[in-house]
Structure formats: structure tokens, C-alpha cells
């Protein structure tokens, strides 16, 4: 780094790496099965002749189709540039630099504590029990926390939070931290969603995405689902017009009537998928299932999972090594893709297990 950039930097940005993003870390491959996208595009019509204009800063089509969608009132929406920006903003929001702290519960998403760092908050981490379900007497030994992400269904377990333990948080912190509940993965799970209770919990705040279920993960368009106040209030940190006109007409198709049936059947379509994949992975010789898979991915141990991720890389699969992350050494996570490319990576993985012998 040059001596002025060093020097002009903020201080607690230098020992920082950018995220490895699925698209970053690999840019060749033919079968992307690293970044829990949905394998189904849809067709979507856009009208420029607004395009001369600034956008709308909450497009109202979009927060009334999604407040429809969810069952909340259009004051309890905020429209973002992917669950992503709502993560930031609620910790630009909530947090003040040096001082405060999220608390995380890996293994879990990576964004928020990157969120955190790169704005100067402290992160404290309660991993989750080695069953996966939340370690709520750690999280509620916890102090001096503002904001807690737990992710449910969680990536990359799978694993759904129970509703339970995510109560007892929310009580716990009501008068002193919100409670983050990620729902990416919400509409792989049969189980209730969060944003039924919004009104229950002053505390309670959900982010959801059209970059999973809906197959929109191009588009960059999150939500965040809170109190009309905690909404207002991330409305003082939001750009002023974050949501690209193109972006708005495309969401409102993708959350019509139709386009909400549409990622219905492609939901049940992509589940029936998962349970075959990993009724055929566990066939596999040496590779053992690992968490309770509700959303668009699965997630397997195998011994050699380097020499494995090596050799499905050079045949142009991508899934992604969660070997990093606490309590999964040697864990890889393939998301569900279609029929070919499930079949695919079935495939390679026989070809590799044959190659190296591996026993059972
Ligand atoms: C993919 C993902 C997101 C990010 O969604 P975007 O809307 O694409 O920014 C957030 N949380 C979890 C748990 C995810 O897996």
C-alpha cells in the first residue's frame, strides 16, 4: 500500500481484506453451485421513460407488494440494496464506532461481522452449541451489545432457530439490544416466519432478499422488516435514492401474484431436489450429512475436502469450503441446483472418490 493511502486511511480499515465473495474467489467454472443462487431466471419487462429521473427512495409498488407479501404494514418496510445494505445500515444506525458491539453466533454468515469491523464495531461471538441450536444462557450473559444477528434458517447449517430460544433473546435484550433474525432462506422453510410477530417485539427486526427463493440475486433488492421507528430511523442513514428505477420495476413484477406463485413451485420444486441430493450424498463413501438442511443448500463433511474442492474446481464446479468456520473442519456446502448440475457434481464426486479409493 502506498505510504499517502496508508496514511490517510481510516486506521481500523488496514488490517481488512475484502470479502470472499463466491464471485470473488473463483471467476472461470461452468456449474455455480457456491453462492446459494436459485438455478431459474424469469423474463421481466422494464420501461425507461423515467430513466431521465431519480428513482423513487422506497419505490411504494415495491414496499406495498412486499408488506402484502409478508404480512406487515408498509411503515414496518425498508427496500435495500440486498439484505446486505440492511445489515450495514442497521449497524451504522445502531452502533457507534469504538464504543458498541453486535454479538454473532457462528458458524454463521459472514457479513456481519464484516459489516461490523469495517465500520469499528466490536464483535463478540457466542458460537452455537454443537448441535447447532442457539447457546441462549451465553448470548444472555452477554453485555454491552446493540445488535444480535441470529440467522434462521441458518447458512450455512441449514439449521432453523427455534422459536423458543429467538423468544427468550428477544426478552432477555427487550430493553437493551435489537434482535436480528436473517430469513434468506425463509421461504425454503415450512416452518413460521418471524414477521407475523413484528408487533409483538419493539426488538425484533428480519431481513429477507429476492437473491434466493425468488432467483433475483443480479438485482441486489433486500428488506428489512422492523418497527415504523427503527424503520425511520435507518431511513436517516440510507442513500437517497438506493433502489435503481430498473430494480423497482423488476421487483414489483417479481412480487406480483404471479411472480409469487412462480417461486412457489420453483420452492418445492428446489426442496424435492435438496432431498434427493442428499439422499445420494450420504451414499457416498465418506461423506456424512451435517446439519438440518431447510434452505437451498447442503452441507457435507468429508475428510479430504481439500484434494475434493481442488478437484471440483478444476472441472469447473464451484461449491464452497466452509472449513474456516468455527466447528465445520472439513465441511463443504453445494447449493441445490438443477437436475443437471446435481447430477453433475454427483458425478465428479464418484470420479474423485474412485480416483483416490476412499472407504467408507
Ligand atoms: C445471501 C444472504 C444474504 C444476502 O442477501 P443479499 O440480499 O443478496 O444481500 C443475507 N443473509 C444470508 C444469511 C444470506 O445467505
Same mark, same amino acid.
Given at each position: 500500500?502506498?505510504?499517502l493511502?496508508?496514511?490517510?486511511?481510516?486506521?481500523?480499515?488496514?488490517?481488512?481484506?475484502?470479502?470472499?465473495?463466491?464471485?470473488?474467489?473463483? /471467476?472461470?467454472?461452468q456449474?455455480?453451485?457456491?453462492a446459494?443462487?436459485?438455478?431459474?431466471? /424469469?423474463?421481466?419487462q422494464?420501461?425507461?421513460?423515467?430513466?431521465?429521473?431519480y428513482?423513487?427512495?422506497?419505490?411504494?409498488?415495491?414496499?406495498?407488494?412486499?408488506?402484502?407479501?409478508?404480512?406487515v404494514?408498509?411503515?414496518?418496510?425498508?427496500?435495500?440494496?440486498?439484505?446486505d445494505?440492511? $445489515?450495514?445500515l442497521?449497524?451504522?444506525?445502531?452502533?457507534?464506532?469504538?464504543k /458498541?458491539?453486535?454479538?454473532?453466533c457462528?458458524?454463521?454468515?459472514?457479513?456481519?461481522?464484516?459489516?461490523a469491523?469495517?465500520?469499528d464495531?466490536?464483535?463478540r461471538?457466542?458460537p452455537?452449541?454443537?448441535?447447532?441450536?442457539l447457546d441462549?444462557?451465553? $448470548?444472555?450473559?452477554?453485555?454491552d451489545?446493540?445488535?444480535?444477528?441470529i440467522c434462521?434458517?441458518?447458512?450455512p447449517?441449514?439449521?432453523r432457530?427455534?422459536?423458543?430460544?429467538?423468544?427468550?433473546?428477544?426478552s432477555?435484550? #427487550?430493553?437493551?439490544?435489537?434482535v436480528?433474525?436473517?430469513?434468506?432462506?425463509?421461504e425454503?422453510?415450512d416452518?413460521d416466519?418471524?414477521a407475523?410477530?413484528?408487533?409483538?417485539?419493539?426488538?425484533?427486526v428480519?431481513?429477507?432478499?429476492?437473491?434466493?427463493?425468488?432467483?433475483?440475486?443480479?438485482?441486489?433488492c433486500?428488506?428489512t422488516?422492523?418497527?415504523?421507528?427503527?424503520i425511520?430511523?435507518?431511513? !436517516?442513514?440510507?442513500?437517497?435514492?438506493?433502489?435503481?428505477?430498473?430494480? #423497482?420495476q423488476?421487483?414489483?413484477q #417479481?412480487?406480483s401474484?404471479?411472480?409469487?406463485t412462480r417461486v412457489?413451485?420453483?420452492? !418445492?420444486?428446489l426442496?424435492?431436489?435438496?432431498?434427493t441430493?442428499?439422499?445420494?450424498?450420504?451414499?457416498?463413501?465418506?461423506?456424512?450429512?451435517?446439519?438440518?438442511i431447510?434452505?437451498?443448500?447442503?452441507?457435507?463433511h468429508?475428510a479430504d475436502?481439500?484434494?475434493?474442492?481442488?478437484f471440483l474446481?478444476?472441472?469447473?464446479?464451484l461449491?464452497?469450503?466452509?472449513?474456516?468456520q468455527?466447528?465445520l473442519?472439513?465441511?463443504?456446502?453445494?447449493?441445490?441446483?438443477?437436475?443437471d448440475?446435481n447430477?453433475?457434481?454427483?458425478?465428479?464426486?464418484?470420479?474423485?472418490i474412485e480416483?483416490?479409493?476412499v472407504?467408507?
Open positions: 500500500m502506498n505510504k493511502v496508508k496514511s490517510l486511511m481510516n486506521d481500523n480499515l488496514i488490517p481488512l481484506k475484502p470479502y470472499e465473495s463466491a464471485r470473488r474467489l473463483f /471467476s472461470g467454472g456449474d455455480w453451485l457456491n446459494n443462487e436459485s438455478p431459474y431466471a /424469469s423474463d421481466y422494464i420501461d425507461s421513460e423515467n430513466f431521465n429521473r428513482p423513487s427512495c422506497q419505490p411504494t409498488a415495491v414496499v406495498e407488494s412486499y408488506a402484502r407479501y409478508a404480512g404494514h408498509t411503515d414496518q418496510v425498508l427496500v435495500t440494496r440486498g439484505a445494505e440492511g $445489515i450495514e442497521l449497524i451504522r444506525t445502531f452502533c457507534t464506532p469504538g /458498541s458491539n453486535v454479538l454473532i457462528p458458524p454463521t454468515y459472514g457479513m456481519y461481522a464484516i459489516s469491523e469495517t465500520c464495531v466490536g464483535v461471538q457466542v452455537l452449541n454443537d448441535d447447532f441450536s441462549v444462557d451465553g $448470548i444472555c450473559a452477554q453485555q451489545v446493540n445488535l444480535l444477528f434462521s434458517p441458518n447458512n447449517t441449514g439449521t432457530v427455534a422459536a423458543a430460544d429467538i423468544e427468550r433473546v428477544l432477555h435484550f #427487550a430493553d437493551s439490544a435489537l436480528v433474525v436473517d430469513e434468506a432462506y425463509i425454503f422453510d416452518g416466519a418471524w407475523a410477530r413484528l408487533d409483538e417485539f419493539d426488538n425484533l428480519i431481513l429477507r432478499t429476492l437473491s434466493k427463493a425468488f432467483g433475483l440475486a443480479g438485482l441486489r433486500g428488506f422488516l422492523a418497527s415504523g421507528d427503527i425511520r430511523s435507518l431511513m !436517516k442513514v440510507i442513500a437517497p435514492y438506493p433502489i435503481p428505477e430498473p430494480v #423497482a423488476i421487483a414489483a #417479481a412480487l401474484d404471479e411472480g409469487v412457489n413451485v420453483q420452492v !418445492k420444486k426442496n424435492l431436489l435438496r432431498n441430493l442428499q439422499e445420494e450424498l450420504a451414499q457416498r463413501a465418506g461423506i456424512t450429512l451435517v446439519g438440518d431447510t434452505a437451498n443448500f447442503v452441507l457435507f468429508f475436502c481439500e484434494a475434493l474442492m481442488a474446481v478444476e472441472n469447473g464446479m461449491i464452497r469450503n466452509q472449513s474456516k468455527h466447528n473442519q472439513n465441511c463443504l456446502r453445494a447449493t441445490v441446483g438443477n437436475e448440475q447430477a453433475r457434481l454427483l458425478s465428479l464426486i464418484d470420479q474423485f480416483q483416490k479409493g472407504s467408507a
